[in-house]
């Protein structure tokens, strides 16, 4: 498969680092619960889409191929995608742009859990 973006020093990797979800004001107050880099995001989201049109009208596929496809094949750089792909996935799932599924059958996208598989939502 061919790597979409992304090396060992993939931005993705200083992800804790610069998106920490600490405000810069001096009072030290939170801006709210960490997010995924915007760029970083951009591509998740458009890995998802790529993939699935590669695979096919009614095939799934593992969201470990979309991390992989942005960070690498190595699990350092594809591991820590995997907590922001699933918030992505959730927002694309909700948004009725892709369905998920556990064991065959679409899930709501507020309990993405253990196994699951990405396929794109039936047109409307």
């Known amino acids: 498969m061919t790597r979409l973006t992304g090396s060992a020093h993939h931005p993705c ?19 709210g619960p ?3 880099a915007t760029a970083v995001a951009a591509q998740l989201e458009a890995a998802v889409f790529a993939l ?35 918030r992505i996935l959730a927002a694309l799932a909700k948004d009725g742009r892709i369905v998920i599924y556990r064991k065959g059958k679409p899930i709501d996208p507020g309990d993405i859990r253990g196994i699951y598989r990405i396929g794109r939502a039936p047109p409307p």
């Not at 990797?13 to 801006?31: H, K, L, N, Y």
């Open 52 to 86: 699935i049109d590669r695979r096919g009208p009614g095939k799934t596929l593992d969201p470990t191929e979309v991390a992989r496809a942005v960070g690498g094949m190595h699990p350092e750089g594809w591991g820590p995608l995997m907590q922001p792909l699933r």
């Open 13 to 31: 990797m200083a992800r804790d680092e610069t998106t920490s979800g600490q405000a810069s004001a001096p009072d030290g107050a939170r801006s």
């Open 34 to 36: 960490p997010r995924p």
